[in-house]
């Protein structure tokens, strides 16, 4: 049964993360690009509160673009009343076990890195039948979890008539990157022009030693979708190895920049988590640089600065 307490009365008087070029039409509101209503007020079962979503003329949110989910996670922590429910979103593997696709048009969801959660070693979604429906979890960063259909969760709804949420891509049909000079020994990796070296394992310093000397910089990935386009490149050339990124917090403790000063994005979905507790970045003054941790599906990870790892340099094209 859908419960609802103080319909609408949450998603509207809260602070932060609005994007002032988006008009939005209550209950809805801008967090980034799009107009969602975040709701701890209506809690049900995943498809009566998809039908909520339904009746003010929205969707339940998806997340082609994964940079959503992390204008949702940050939008929670800038309003705790929010950090203590479980939400819905509009993914589903109910037509076709582990086919797992966005409600809105049934086109496929990312599997792995960045969206989907990590719980005792092991990449959701987990619960095979008896888990189909998607949901961002409270306990482990928000990252996406399979979940019974029937428990209750919050909502988070997307506006229908916003453009993003309107023109959605299909993971299977996305266009590839335009041909532009990616010189070797780099090579297009989504977006990016990057050199993946698995193969010699420096400290952070002398990495960026190499970097440089190639005409490049060390990484600098500040787009979930670009992080997803990496982990499935590493994924499919078997690389076995953690990766030295270009950021660090040597200068100013928990502040993390990359090295032309830019700042790094924190939570979800880049930072994977120290324990079922508490995200990354944890090694407080001991661990001072960022990298790719394979152990822990290639999301960020704070780390010793003088250990050996391989490296992942950029080419600015």
């Given at each position: 049964m859908l419960l609802l307490f103080l319909t609408f009365s949450v998603g509207l008087a809260l602070?932060?993360?609005?994007?002032s070029n988006v008009v939005c039409t209550a209950p809805f509101r801008a967090i980034g690009p799009r107009c969602l209503l975040i709701d701890t007020a209506i809690i049900g079962p995943w498809d009566e509160v998809r039908q909520f979503c339904h009746g003010i003329k929205g969707e339940l949110v998806n997340m082609h673009d994964a940079n959503t989910l992390h204008d949702i996670f940050l939008f929670i922590k800038e309003n705790p009343i929010l950090d203590?429910?479980?939400y819905w979103i509009g993914s589903y593997d109910i037509l076709d076990e582990g086919k797992w696709?966005?409600?809105?048009?049934n086109t496929r969801v990312h599997m792995n890195t960045p969206l989907w959660g990590v719980q005792a070693g092991h990449q959701e979604p987990t619960g095979g039948t008896y888990e189909n429906c998607a949901v961002?979890?409270?306990e482990y960063f928000y990252y996406v979890f399979d979940e019974n259909?029937?428990?209750s969760n919050a909502a988070i709804c997307a506006a229908t008539n916003n453009d993003v949420a309107e023109k959605p891509v299909d993971e299977d049909k996305k266009i590839s990157s335009p041909n532009r000079?990616?010189?070797?020994p780099f090579t297009m990796i989504g977006n990016l022009c990057l050199l993946v070296d698995a193969v010699k394992e420096n400290p952070w310093s002398d990495q960026q030693t190499i970097c440089n000397?190639?005409?490049?910089?060390?990484?600098?990935?500040?787009?979930?979708?670009d992080l997803g386009d990496l982990y499935d490149y590493l994924i499919s050339n078997e690389v076995n190895v953690d990766l030295w990124l270009g950021g660090s917090d040597y200068i100013l403790e928990d502040t993390w920049v990359w090295e032309d000063g830019a700042s790094v994005p924190m939570g979800t979905p880049f930072w994977g988590a120290a324990s079922s507790s508490v995200q990354e970045p944890a090694g407080g003054l001991y661990e001072n640089c960022l990298a790719l941790a394979r152990d822990d599906f290639f999301f960020f990870h704070d780390d010793q600065c003088d250990r050996g790892k391989g490296v992942l340099c950029q080419y600015d094209i």
């Open positions: 602070a932060g993360s609005s994007n203590s429910e479980s696709v966005w409600s809105y048009n961002l979890n409270t259909c029937d428990a000079e990616c010189p070797p000397a190639l005409g490049g910089h060390m990484a600098k990935i500040e787009d979930a979708n």
